[in-house]
């Protein structure tokens, strides 16, 4: 239970890529312990907002969502629309870098997990402990998201449709 609401914030939008770090850093050093859900992607791109004076180290958990790259764009009609290999050169954009080995060479604490307990754990922790701390979430590759996705579209829409009597 939690003793007071959540407050949730976004940056530009749900799937903004830059910047999403340095604002939950920010709203740690101005309001206290700040949780960040954010790709791996939007990470790679806002990195160096971990890069911090001596003695500065908010109390902010990044969580990354890691399904190696622009996950977003595979609910764009261009994931349909162009041949596999180009698509994931242009949009899917898969990262050599390894997001767990750049957290730790900027000197926060890293937790690599790819469950819910895991997960858990980690976040138990991550609250538990001052400063930046990044969990890595290992999720399924983009496509498996996708179609997780548009079944639970599907199944939402035939519900909807059947609570209101229509074919």
Same mark, same amino acid.
């Not at 940056?11 to 790709?39: D, F, H, K, Q, W």
């Not at 001596?54 to 764009?73: H, K």
């Given at each position: 239970?939690?003793?007071?609401?959540?407050?949730?914030?976004?940056?530009?939008?749900?799937?903004?890529?830059?910047?999403?770090?340095?604002?939950?850093?920010? *709203?740690?050093? &101005?309001? $206290?312990?700040? !949780?960040?859900?954010?790709?791996?992607?939007?990470?790679?791109?806002?990195?160096? =907002? #971990?890069?911090?004076?001596?003695?500065?180290?908010?109390?902010?958990?990044?969580?990354?969502?890691?399904?190696?790259?622009?996950?977003?764009?595979?609910?764009?009609?261009?994931?349909?629309?162009?041949?596999?290999?180009?698509?994931?050169?242009?949009?899917?954009?898969?990262?050599?870098?390894?997001? *767990?080995?750049? &957290?730790? $060479?900027?000197? !926060?604490?890293?937790?690599?997990?790819?469950?819910?307990?895991?997960?858990?754990? =980690? #976040?138990?922790?991550?609250?538990?402990?001052?400063?930046?701390?990044?969990?890595?979430?290992?999720?399924?590759?983009?496509?498996?998201?996708?179609?997780?996705?548009?079944?639970?579209?599907?199944?939402?829409?035939?519900?909807?449709?059947?609570?209101?009597?229509?074919?």
């Amino acid at each position: 239970a939690l003793a007071e609401p959540l407050r949730v914030l976004a940056n530009r939008g749900v799937n903004g890529i830059e910047g999403v770090v340095s604002t939950g850093l920010g *709203v740690a050093l &101005a309001s $206290g312990p700040t !949780v960040v859900l954010v790709g791996d992607l939007s990470f790679l791109h806002d990195l160096t =907002a #971990m890069v911090r004076p001596a003695g500065v180290d908010p109390p902010c958990t990044v969580v990354v969502a890691d399904n190696g790259g622009g996950g977003i764009f595979s609910f764009l009609p261009q994931a349909g629309a162009l041949p596999g290999e180009r698509f994931e050169r242009l949009f899917g954009t898969p990262q050599a870098v390894d997001v *767990v080995d750049v &957290a730790r $060479g900027m000197g !926060v604490r890293v937790a690599d997990v790819g469950d819910p307990a895991a997960l858990r754990s =980690a #976040m138990d922790e991550a609250a538990r402990s001052r400063g930046i701390s990044v969990v890595r979430v290992r999720l399924p590759g983009r496509q498996v998201n996708a179609a997780l996705h548009e079944e639970l579209h599907r199944q939402m829409a035939s519900a909807a449709y059947e609570a209101l009597g229509l074919p």
